[in-house]
């Protein structure tokens, strides 16, 4: 079965820095880039970024709203992808969730998605 | 960054009957490799999203043929026939053509 479990959520003050984790199993990972999508209580669905899979290097690609404050990488020897926030800020508070996305952005594009995990800016 | 404007916001609907949900996009979502990559998922309520639609109009596994998507360059639209209870939710379209990946901002059907 196809798993993504995200994890590393928790309280944390303006500035601080946290990181989320998505550990997958259930797939070859090292095929699949990893993409972030977060949610605001109430709101909408936000992209934030990006991370190709290995044949393209795992590079990455971010919203304006995070570019430069958030990092996505990957270790493909544990099957994992992180989000490392930065100087987070309050309106980054929201629940943070992985999905897959298979090389051709096809019938493995976001097709599967982790629980997501809450992180909350607040002094 | 590509804007995807969706409507109606809110759709109340009769249960059995049909829903149409539009989703407009500020720039064509023609990819140069001359796919559409244009998504719709579906958020029950306390869920996680789920795709019901890939480039337009492949259906994923699993979910009801009651659902279909087409449209083309700018303008798409997920029909749902003969609506069921397990419906309900919010409906977001999503553009991966453009980098940076956008979404719509979501339409809530619920039952009248």
């Known amino acids: 079965e196809v798993q993504l479990v995200e994890s590393g959520g928790g309280l944390v003050q303006p500035g601080r820095s946290l990181r989320l984790s998505c550990t997958t199993s259930?797939?070859?990972?090292?095929?699949?880039?990893v993409t972030w999508v977060r949610q605001a209580p109430g709101q909408g669905l936000e992209w934030i970024g990006l991370?190709?899979?290995?044949?393209?290097?795992?590079?990455?690609e971010y919203a304006a709203s995070v570019k430069g404050r958030f990092t996505i990488s990957r270790d493909d020897s544990k099957s994992i992808a992180y989000l490392q926030l930065n100087s987070l800020r309050t309106e980054d508070s929201a629940l943070y969730s992985c999905?897959?996305?298979?090389?051709?952005?096809?019938?493995?594009?976001?097709?599967?998605w982790g629980q997501g995990t809450t992180v909350s800016v607040s002094s | 960054d590509v804007v995807l404007t969706q409507s109606p916001l809110s759709l109340p609907v009769t249960l059995g009957q049909s829903a149409s949900i539009s989703c407009r996009s500020s720039?064509?979502?023609?990819?140069?490799?001359?796919?559409?990559?244009l998504n719709w998922f579906q958020q029950r309520p306390g869920q996680s999203p789920r795709r019901l639609v890939y480039?337009?109009?492949n259906r994923d596994s699993g979910v009801p043929d009651r659902f279909s998507g087409s449209g083309a360059d700018t303008d798409f639209t997920l029909e749902i026939t003969r609506v069921e209870a397990e419906d309900v939710g919010v409906y977001y379209c999503?553009?991966?053509?453009?980098?940076?990946?956008?979404f719509g901002g979501g339409t809530k059907v619920e039952i009248k």
């Open positions: 999905a897959r996305v298979d090389g051709d952005y096809d019938v493995g594009f976001m097709d599967v």
């Open positions: 259930g797939f070859t990972f090292a095929d699949y880039g």
């Open positions: 991370i190709r899979n290995k044949a393209s290097r795992g590079t990455t």
């Open positions: 720039q064509s979502l023609v990819y140069k490799d001359g796919s559409t990559y």
């Open positions: 480039k337009v109009s």
């Open positions: 999503m553009q991966g053509t453009h980098w940076p990946f956008t």
